[in-house]
């Protein structure tokens, strides 16, 4: 029985790489792919979304929604700097003739979400590697159809590490720290991939010379493109000798539970503005979530890598 799957995002690079993932893998299902503001603004992500999508040739094709278009409170935060201008790295996409490899919904983001959960009540996992914007409008707007959620998976979060956007913070939830905070007091059954376990794994040269770019195909091409990987210098973009897989270990949760080891703990998300803008704190409460803290990186690795191919 295939997982009935939403993911909600804001490609950028590894979201890119995380949704080549998810409809690479026979064990999920993709019934929909919402785009939020986060690491480009959100008609970039919309673009973004319907290249990727392009890129991949589902053959059952999603349903697209576009989601917020800035934080519940204060400014959108992009990061560009890592994601490149156009929120892929710059990467040549050949979207070939006929695009519409994703169905557009009329209706926002939200309202996509809590809809295919009222059809499949108990049966739908929300995935989420962007920050928790649209997560939190669907918890406003309609409390009784995200509670039809199964569970919800998210990528966000420094818990017992240092934060990669600011000392303390992580992308995801400092962008939008108080729809973060609306999400994790809300009762739902929440997994959460922070920086404290997808740091652990990333692409190095090695990986890209020997496994990547012998695969040779439009998807390991992309690969290559996107993370600005020089063949000639060994490097990634920037001089960079890593490239954190955040945004794919979330799916690869939701593929195979028993690659990562959890911890039940309280979490809240400092939402006063300051040096601590987005911080996550362990708490000692009732309303508890999953943290994962470890990971087999190998075999998840491997994972990533063999479905690159066709
Ligand atoms: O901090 C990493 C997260 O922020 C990833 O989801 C990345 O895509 C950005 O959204
Ligand atoms: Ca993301």
């Given at each position: ?25 026979p ?8 785009g ?7 008609d ?11 890129l991949?040739r589902?053959?059952q094709r ?11 409170k ?19 996409i ?7 490899w ?9 309202e996509?979400i809590t ?41 966000g ?39 404290d ?11 890209l ?21 020089d ?11 890593k ?10 949760v ?57």
């Open positions: 029985m295939k997982k009935k799957v939403i993911i909600d995002c804001d490609v950028g690079v590894d979201d890119a790489l995380a949704l080549i993932l998810a409809f690479h893998s064990e999920l299902e993709v019934k929909a792919i919402t939020v503001n986060g690491n480009v603004p959100l970039l992500v919309f673009i973004n979304i319907q290249k990727v999508l392009s991949i589902p053959g999603p349903l697209i929604a576009r989601g917020a278009d800035r934080p519940l204060g400014k959108p935060v992009y990061a560009h700097s890592f994601h490149g201008a156009d929120g892929l790295g710059g990467a040549k050949d979207r070939g003739e006929g695009g519409g994703g169905q557009i919904f009329p209706g926002p983001a939200h996509l809809g295919i959960a009222r059809q499949h009540p108990g049966e739908l996992t929300l995935m989420a590697i962007g920050p928790l914007t649209n997560i939190a409008l669907g918890l406003q707007k309609d409390p009784e159809g995200m509670r039809k959620l199964k569970e919800v998976v998210i990528m979060g420094a818990v017992r590490t240092k934060g990669n956007i600011t000392p303390r913070a992580e992308f995801n939830i400092f962008v939008d720290p108080l729809a973060a905070q609306m999400v994790f007091e809300a009762g739902l059954p929440i997994t959460l991939a922070p920086l376990v997808t740091h652990q794994v990333f692409l190095n040269p090695q990986l010379e020997e496994r990547v770019r012998p695969i040779n195909n439009s998807i390991s091409r992309f690969v290559i493109d996107s993370l600005g990987y063949l000639a210098r060994h490097r990634f973009r920037q001089g960079r000798e490239f954190h897989l955040h945004d794919p270990l979330t799916v690869g939701v593929i195979n539970p028993a690659l990562v080891e959890k911890e039940k703990i309280a979490i809240q998300v400092e939402t006063q503005e300051g040096e601590c803008w987005g911080k996550i704190i362990e708490i000692s409460g009732d309303q508890k979530v999953e943290v994962c803290f470890k990971v087999d990186s190998p075999k998840f690795l491997e994972l990533f890598l063999s479905r690159l191919e066709d």
